[in-house]
């Protein structure tokens, strides 16, 4: 099992442009999550997915666009990209939600708005 | 909204001595869980231990335990016999559900030979 994949590893992004982070996972999980990461803070909760077809805001939602298609994939969107924006994005993946139940975290993407 | 707070940016050990990290967090709920993630430089988060907060034993794995105290609401993280593969950055972490975790800022932990 590859386990969560994430793509790409870096990014950069001029202001107002847009792009798709990437989210795979060969797990047959049902819960995926999308998280950033600022500088020198822990991971902050921006979209999750409770399965295919529903998804749900997170704690920071503002800026992003999320759709869940398939069990496996779990797409990101950015549509204007802003500096604010500029952060590590980790994807997760765990196979319930029960708050015991382990997530499993892709490698990350560094994303920088100029 | 709850809150986990690790109060020491940094730590540092010795290796082969033990270190504890220090994590704080305020909730209402009387039942959640507690966890701790370290992230090399990698970046790869990765689940060192967790705590259901109904157990009133300590959790333990390898040379990694908690200390669990639910009324002071804290739940610190000890490192025994540490090895230079342990420097990272550790995260304390709460939820009620894995729809709502809660990160604290972290803790870097350098390990010296």
């Known amino acids: 099992n590859a386990g969560v994949t994430q793509t790409p590893k870096f990014r950069i992004l001029k202001i107002g442009q847009s792009m798709t982070l990437q989210c795979a996972q060969d797990?047959?999980?049902?819960?995926m999550y999308w998280y950033r990461q600022d500088p020198g803070m822990g991971l902050k909760l921006i979209y999750y997915?409770?399965?295919?077809?529903?998804?749900d805001k997170g704690e920071v939602p503002n800026g992003y666009n999320v759709s869940r298609s398939t069990t496996e994939d779990f797409p990101l969107r950015l549509e204007l990209a802003a500096p604010s924006q500029t952060s590590v994005y980790f994807c997760?993946?765990?196979?319930?939600?029960?708050?015991?139940?382990?997530?499993?975290f892709g490698p990350g993407t560094r994303l920088t708005v100029l | 909204a709850q809150t986990v707070t690790q109060s020491q940016p940094e730590m540092s050990v010795q290796e082969a001595e033990t270190v504890t990290l220090s994590c704080t967090y305020d909730?209402?709920?009387?039942?959640?869980?507690l966890f701790w993630y370290k992230q090399p430089p990698s970046r790869q988060m990765i689940l060192v231990i967790r705590?259901?907060?109904?157990?009133?034993q300590n959790a333990t794995e390898n040379r990694f335990s908690v200390n669990f105290q639910k009324a002071a609401k804290s739940f610190s993280l000890k490192i025994s016999d540490s090895q230079l593969g342990d420097a990272a950055m550790y995260f304390c972490?709460?939820?009620?559900?894995?729809?709502?975790?809660?990160f604290g800022a972290g803790t870097r932990l350098t390990v010296k030979p």
């Open positions: 997760a993946s765990s196979l319930t939600s029960g708050g015991n139940n382990e997530q499993f």
């Open positions: 797990m047959n999980h049902n819960y």
């Open positions: 997915s409770v399965g295919a077809g529903i998804t």
């Open positions: 909730t209402s709920e009387s039942d959640y869980y």
């Open positions: 705590q259901e907060a109904y157990k009133q």
């Open positions: 972490a709460y939820s009620v559900n894995n729809n709502d975790m809660r």
